[in-house]
């Protein structure tokens, strides 16, 4: 039985039952056994694959090759593996019917604390209608060398439009690379939702022209819409070819200003085609390329293979821009609001990953107990989608009930670990849970960690302790148990809970992660209050391309006010 299958009917668990049942196949394997086995699918990967879970848990996933699979292809994969990086590349699978199909596979790896790859995740979809159409048009071309030159560009534009994870960026590649290569001038222009033109990219292919450029970008963009073959192409069906035509200079005083008018004619006129960007369910924007003294006809060619292309290229950033922010919503509601607590200075910051389409599911808490105690908690759930959000959702409520009893952090990390187990509700989780009681000369703190890195806490006058103690298995792994350690806090002490994403990185272990973020820890002024420590760690440690989620609590015991 897969893992959708044993929450389907659960209220609670509407989130998760939505990813489970979506179109995204999704498969975890285990890295720490003999031939890399398949120990989770969802239903998407039935769906897309014909084999139900019992047919291919506890299998290698090379039972989707077949005749006609690349086996460089499979040695490109098992590389990357082999590397423990992550690798992307399309393949021609077959499903258990015999059916081929060209399966776009992305697999990535899990690393536990101690740097070991425990797990691969792998996300796959349904490319054939996509490599087929390109390889039809790819194929309709009758001079090598032009055929050479057309397949370098758009294969160029394919692999520079994959790799940006804002539309805007995207947009702005298309028109960089595809105008200077096809035309005089040009510009791709984007609609939004309603069908309005909302960014306009100008390029030219004559460095001197381009402070002209800037200048026409800079004006109202609405011309567009008055443009007769703009508003062709923007409503066209996906048979419509985009042909070169004269452009209509003695009607361009009626759809322009004086100064865009001049703007247009300093760039220079002559022949232009404006492409539309057809993505799968309507034109996203145009491409329009001007032509002074005329096109090629290889030009014409390489333009309408590009229209289809780019549009999909730009519909995917598109829709995986719209899954992240949906899951970064769903996670940004499951996490806490920092409640104002007594004698005590705490801030947080929650950094999604940059990766597109991507959450994970790390997590804080800080739970004003019954008794006077203060609960604090930092976790990470395996996995970045919104699966693990929803886990991170369900195993923080568990922690919080168990935590409100009153038990022991052991005790309560050991709970929810037998109710994760039992009930199967997540693969693994990292935490560490904290239970802080305030004492006149500070605080008195017992803690416990199920595999997750150290809190870190900087002292008056510089020395910072990791609280290294209490260290048991990961939540979801059987262990000996969960042991715990204690530790007193003195007044003006910051306190620094965190994920592994704060300090560790491709170029940098989790080893050499903690000693970074000892040392710039031990910098801070000691008058530094809890959101000055905060913002000083987040501008040190996260990056602009941020590989990993990164949750991060400061907890100061504040000094008391004169």
């Known amino acids: 039985m897969s893992s959708d299958d044993k929450v389907v009917g659960r209220q609670d668990d509407l989130p998760l039952n939505a990813v489970l049942g979506s179109d995204l196949a999704l498969s975890i394997s285990d890295a720490l056994r003999d031939d890399d086995p398949l120990v989770w699918v969802n239903g998407a990967f039935t769906r897309l694959t014909g084999y139900p879970p019992e047919d291919v848990l506890g299998r290698n996933c090379r039972f989707l090759q077949g005749a006609d699979t690349d086996p460089v292809a499979v040695a490109r994969i098992r590389t990357a593996l082999d590397q423990q990086r992550a690798v992307a590349t399309v393949i021609r699978n077959y499903r258990r019917d015999g059916t081929p199909f060209w399966n776009q596979v992305v697999i990535s790896p899990v690393v536990d604390e101690a740097g070991r790859v425990t797990h691969h995740i792998g996300i796959q979809v349904d490319v054939t209608d996509r490599v087929e159409s390109e390889r039809v048009r790819d194929l309709e071309i009758d001079v090598p060398h032009q055929a050479t030159a057309r397949l370098d560009l758009l294969a160029r534009i394919s692999d520079e439009l994959a790799q940006h994870l804002e539309y805007d960026d995207a947009v702005d590649t298309l028109a960089e690379i595809a105008v200077p290569a096809l035309a005089t001038w040009g510009f791709v222009a984007v609609t939004d939702d309603r069908g309005r033109f909302d960014r306009i990219h100008l390029v030219v292919a004559d460095p001197d022209d381009r402070e002209t450029a800037r200048a026409l970008a800079d004006q109202d963009i609405s011309w567009l819409s008055r443009a007769p073959k703009i508003t062709e192409a923007l409503t066209s069906g996906p048979g419509f070819v985009a042909t070169p035509y004269a452009i209509d200079e003695a009607g361009l005083p009626g759809r322009t200003t004086p100064v865009q008018l001049d703007l247009l004619r300093r760039l220079g006129l002559g022949s232009a085609m404006v492409v539309p960007l057809r993505a799968r369910d309507r034109v996203l924007g145009v491409l329009t390329l001007v032509a002074v003294d005329g096109f090629t006809a290889d030009a014409v060619v390489t333009a309408a293979h590009l229209g289809r292309r780019a549009g999909l290229a730009l519909d995917n950033v598109r829709l995986f821009l719209a899954e992240r922010t949906a899951a970064l919503t769903l996670q940004r509601s499951l996490l806490p609001e920092i409640p104002q607590i007594p004698g005590l200075d705490v801030a947080a910051a929650y950094i999604p990953s940059s990766r597109s389409a991507e959450v994970g599911g790390d997590w804080f808490d800080v739970l004003p107990l019954p008794d006077g105690a203060i609960g604090l908690t930092v976790g990470d759930v395996v996995g970045h989608d919104l699966r693990a959000a929803a886990v991170m959702g369900q195993l923080r409520s568990l922690l919080r009930s168990y935590a409100w009893e009153g038990s022991s952090p052991g005790r309560v990390l050991g709970r929810a670990d037998e109710l994760v187990r039992g009930l199967d509700i997540a693969d693994i ?29 900087r002292l008056p006058g510089g020395e910072v302790r ?38 560790e990185r491709r170029d940098r272990g989790l080893r050499d992660g903690i000693a970074a973020l000892t040392a710039e820890l031990s910098g801070v002024p000691d008058d530094a209050d809890a959101k000055a420590v905060r913002d000083r760690l987040v501008e040190t440690f996260i990056v602009t391309h941020q590989e990993d989620d990164v949750c991060l609590l400061v907890v100061r015991r504040a000094l008391p006010t004169t």
Do not use: F, K, N
């Open 429 to 457: 989780a990292t935490c560490a849970y904290l239970r802080w009681r305030s004492t006149d000369d500070g605080a008195h703190v017992t803690y416990a960690r199920a595999g997750h890195p150290p809190p870190l806490l």
């Open 466 to 503: 990791p609280l290294d103690g209490g260290l048991s298995t990961p939540i979801g792994l059987e262990g000996s148990g969960r042991d715990e350690a204690t530790i007193d806090v003195p007044v003006g002490a910051t306190l620094v809970l965190y994920t592994d994403g704060l300090v």
